[in-house]
Each structure stands twice: as C-alpha cells, then as structure tokens.
C-alpha cells in the first residue's frame, strides 16, 4: 500500500476546514441577514404604507371635487382611478399599490400593480401570496384601504447577492492558502529534510550521534531517540568485533601449535590409514585457520579504522595477488591490463584484502577447468573478475553480502569474503556489485569495482 504524503494531508484537511468554516460563516451570516432584512422590509413596508394611504386619499377627494363639477354622477364612478395620472417609473418598481374603497372596488393603482386585487382578504395586516408579500393599511375611518406588495423575489434576490459576494472571495482565497501553506510547510520541512540527507549519506558502520542543534522541537525527541538507538547498536556492535577480534586471536596460537605437531608427525613413520586421517586432520586444520584470518579481516574492516591513504597501483597489486594464488589452484588466472598504469589514491593493504577474497570466491566456485578473468579498464577505471558457475537465484544473489551467508551449505567457504569486501568498500566511493549470469552470457559470476571518474580516487579509506 502507497504511503500518503504528509504535506499533502495536511493541505487537503486544511483547506477543507478552511472551506467548512467560511462557508458554515456565510450561512451564519446569510441567516442574520435574512432575519434583520425581514425585521427592516417589514417596517419599511408598514411605515411607507402609512405615509402613502393619506396622500392617496387626498388625491382621490381632490380628483372626487373636480368631477363634481362636470355632472352629478354616481359616487363609485366618481371615484375610479386615473390609470394616466401617474409617469411611468423608469426602474424596476419593486413595490406597487393599490387603494381601494370599503366596498372593496379599487379607486387607485400605482403604474406597475395589477388590475386585479393583489390581496385576497381586505384586512388590515400581512398577506403572503404566490407573487408577493402584501401589506394592507386602513384610514381611520375605514373607508378607504391601501394594499402596498413587494416582490416575494425580491428579498431572496438579495439573499442570494450577498452569499455570491461573499462566497466569491473563497474562490481566490483557498488557492491563495494553498499556495501560503506550501511555502510555509517546504520552510518547516528544511529540518526534517536536512536530517534525512545526513542519515542518507551515511554509511552503515557510521552510528556516531545526529546534530540536535537548530531542530525544533518537535523533532529534538526523535533524533534524541535515534541517536540513543545507534548508540546502543555501536555498543552491541562493538562488542560483537571484539568477541570476534579477541576469539580469533586466541585461535591463533592454538591452531598454529596444532599445525607444528602436524608437521612433526608427518615427518614420522606412519601407515596408509595414518596418513591419510593425518592428511584429513591437515584440511580441517586449515580451514580453521582461513576462518580464523577471515574473523580477523571481518573485525578490522567493521571496527572502521581509518586506513592509510597512499598511491597504488592497481595493475601491480593484482599481478602480485594472481601470481600468489596461481600456485595454490588448478584454475588459470587471465589477468587483463591497459597498456599503461593505473594509479588511485587507497590503502594497499585494504584493497589487497578486497582483491585477494573476490580471487578466492571466484576460485572456489568457479567450475573445474575453467579459467578466472581478471580484468580492469579504464575511463572510469573498473576491475572485473569473472569466472564460470551455474547462474544464481536472484534470491541467493541479494544475500551473498550477508555475513555466514552461503549458496550452498555444503560448500567449502566460510560465507565472509563478501561481508568484509562490502564492509571495507562502505566507507568509500568505490562502486561495487555482483552480477550473475555475466553479461552476453546465460552462466558465470561477476564481481565488478568501479571508481569514480576523476583522476585520483581514494579507495579504502574514510
């Protein structure tokens, strides 16, 4: 399962509180609106439709004298409204009116209202209908009534601008966050960052203490907890070298005394069945001795002891080992130099420990009768040392460098020489990796040492 990334949580729940919170306050607010904008059209609805009826009524009685003059007509067709007395408005006209008398005929009419009642009932009070919110207002003496209506859209209209407006501002503000939250989090990620390239760039013998200095404080009990860890694990390692250095040391001399008894009673008159548990004992002997000096090889290149650090040549190094280790097998050694010498910046003594067990386990488990290729080239500089075996499981390949660690437990090794090769090439910038089956080939073992490109690497050395 992919793990999630932190900053990315912690932007996404940020910006969704940021999102609930503004837009639970616009309905907060929207809702206050609502009711202080109900409370004010509701007053200014009852107040204009006070101080309308009384003018209302005073043009109709104006109109009413004017007429009486012309003939002696009926009172009703008297006071019938002008519908032309009135400019037409040049705006929207939310609210419109309507004065009747108590018989309920309408006597006047703003230029907007209807020709039919607005109100259902003529009674003084608010009335709601599908189109509008009616307010109706009586003179005192009941004879004439003033339906003044607003719009029922008219107050959602405005509802509805001010959420917009204040929702618009959201669309700008969460990016804007965003944005500010990414700078401020890469800033507070400096720290974690910065720890987390030192712990990379370590290698894994170095377990000496991490820096608390200028971490905040969040993460000063981590990295106190860390550094309290590796220091109970070079303790723990420690140890373990010394058991190891001191067990092989004290071997030594016992196994050495045992092989100069050997020797004397090889030099002694002894049957066939003597001499050939005496041959047996001789092998075992020997590979308790490799042992001892792998142990020893082990320890040193675990202790991290800074090596010295000096011109070798690479080319000579490896001529003396092959030489060395050709009277001791069967195997031809092919040994593959460029035409001019190879110089780098190293321990001799360390890479000779690196050289002389990448021979040995390709010696060991090489095929009988096959030769061991030994090959180095340059621009980056590279040795090569190959030989010829059945191909590896990827499994088997992936802990070859695991200490003890053999393909085959019936083989003749000790399952150290690639736990100290790795061990005394950690510390340093040299390249190294096992391949199997070789490269153009479906068989064979390669072990394969890359230096960097420049012209002086410092091999084997911290």
């Known amino acids: 399962m992919k793990s999630q990334s932190l900053v990315r949580r912690l932007l996404i729940s940020t910006l969704l509180i940021l999102l609930l919170l503004w837009t639970s306050m616009v309905v907060s607010v929207a809702w206050v609106i609502k009711h202080e904008t109900d409370e004010i059209f509701d007053s200014s609805l009852q107040e204009t439709a006070q101080r309308l009826l009384p003018l209302a009524v005073m043009q109709l009685k104006t109109h009413d004298r004017e007429d009486d003059d012309e003939d002696d007509e009926d009172d009703e067709h008297a006071l019938e409204a002008d519908e032309d007395s009135l400019e037409p408005a040049q705006h929207d006209e939310y609210l419109v009116y309507q004065v009747f008398h108590a018989s309920g005929r309408m006597l006047l009419r703003s230029h907007a209202a209807p020709t039919t009642p607005i109100a259902p009932e003529l009674r003084q009070g608010f009335q709601r209908t599908a189109k509008h919110l009616v307010y109706i207002e009586k003179t005192l003496s009941g004879e004439f009534f003033l339906a003044l209506a607003e719009k029922s859209n ?24 965003a944005l500010s939250m990414l700078v401020i989090v890469h800033g507070a990620r400096k720290p974690l960052q910065k720890l987390s390239v030192e712990l990379s760039s370590r290698g894994g013998s170095d377990l000496n203490p991490l820096a608390v200095k200028d971490l905040p404080q969040e993460l000063q009990p981590l990295v106190n907890t860390m550094n309290d860890l590796m220091h109970r694990l070079q303790s723990a390692f420690e140890a373990e070298r010394n058991f190891t250095a001191n067990s092989a040391h004290e071997l030594r001399t016992p196994l050495a005394a045992a092989s100069a008894q050997l020797h004397v009673l090889e030099n002694t008159s002894l049957n066939d069945g003597q001499r050939q548990t005496l041959y047996t004992v001789r092998k075992v002997l020997q590979r308790l001795q490799a042992l001892t000096e ?38 031809k050694l092919e040994l593959k130099l460029p035409p001019s010498p190879v110089i780098v910046q190293g321990d001799v003594d360390a890479l000779g420990i690196v050289f002389s067990n990448l021979l040995e386990n390709a010696i060991k488990y090489a095929s009988p009768g096959s030769p061991i290729r030994v090959e180095m080239s340059t621009g980056p500089t590279q040795i090569r040392i190959i030989n010829d075996c059945d191909p590896l499981p990827v499994q088997a390949l992936q802990r070859l460098h695991e200490r003890f660690y053999r393909v085959r437990p019936d083989s003749r090794g000790a399952g150290l020489g690639l736990s100290i090769v790795q061990a005394l090439l950690e510390p340093t910038s040299i390249d190294f990796s096992i391949h199997s089956p070789t490269e153009a080939r479906n068989r064979g073992f390669e072990a394969r040492l890359t230096w960097p490109n420049i012209s002086k690497t410092t091999a084997a050395s911290q």
């Open 154 to 177: 008219h107050r959602k209209d405005t509802l509805l601008s001010t959420m917009k407006y204040l929702l618009m501002p959201l669309l700008a503000l969460l990016p804007l966050s």
């Open 294 to 331: 792998k142990l020893l090889q082990l320890a040193r290149a675990e202790s991290g002891i800074a090596w010295k650090s000096g011109d070798v040549d690479l080319g000579q190094l490896l001529e003396l080992l092959c030489r060395d280790l050709q009277w001791r097998t069967d195997l």
